[in-house]
C-alpha cells in the first residue's frame, strides 16, 4: 500500500524559511512527485514538480525563485524548500506522485495528508 507521509510545517515569521519532507512507503510506479498547497477558502494550487528519475523539475509562476523542490532517492523523500516565505504563503501543503510532466492535480494518483504552514507577518 502506497503512503506519502509530509513533515516539516509549522509556523514561521515572514521572510523566513521551511523545509517540507515528504516520504514514501510502497511501491510507486509514478515518475513524477509534486507539491500542492491549499488555503483556506481557496482551491488546492500546483507549486512544483520533479521528474524521479530524470530529475527535471517544474514550477510555477509564483513560487520560482523562492522554493526549490529536490529528492533523496535513498531515502525516497521528497523535499520543498521554502525561502522568503510571505504571509500569503499560509496554506496546507501536499505532496503527490503521479505522470509527469504535469502541473495538474488530475495527473496524481496519490497524495499525502498535508502538513500545515502558517506564516506570519
Known amino acids: 500500500q502506497v503512503q506519502l507521509v509530509e513533515s516539516g510545517g509549522g509556523l514561521v515569521q515572514a521572510g523566513g524559511s521551511l523545509r517540507l519532507s515528504c516520504t514514501a512507503s510502497?511501491?510507486?510506479?509514478?515518475?513524477?512527485r509534486g507539491w500542492f498547497r491549499q488555503a483556506p477558502g481557496k482551491e488546492r494550487d500546483f507549486l512544483a514538480a520533479?521528474?524521479?528519475?530524470?530529475?527535471?523539475?517544474i514550477y510555477a509562476d509564483s513560487v520560482k525563485g523562492r522554493f526549490t523542490i529536490s529528492k533523496d532517492g535513498a531515502k525516497n523523500t521528497l523535499y520543498l524548500q521554502m525561502n522568503s516565505l510571505k504571509p500569503e504563503d499560509t496554506a496546507v501543503y501536499y505532496c503527490?506522485?503521479?505522470?509527469?510532466?504535469?502541473?495538474?492535480?488530475?495527473?496524481?494518483?496519490?497524495w499525502g495528508q498535508g502538513t500545515q504552514v502558517t506564516v506570519s507577518s
Open positions: 503527490a506522485a503521479g505522470s509527469w510532466p504535469s502541473s495538474d492535480q488530475t495527473g496524481y494518483d496519490y
Open positions: 510502497g511501491r510507486i510506479f509514478r515518475n513524477t
Open positions: 520533479l521528474n524521479w528519475s530524470g530529475g527535471s523539475t
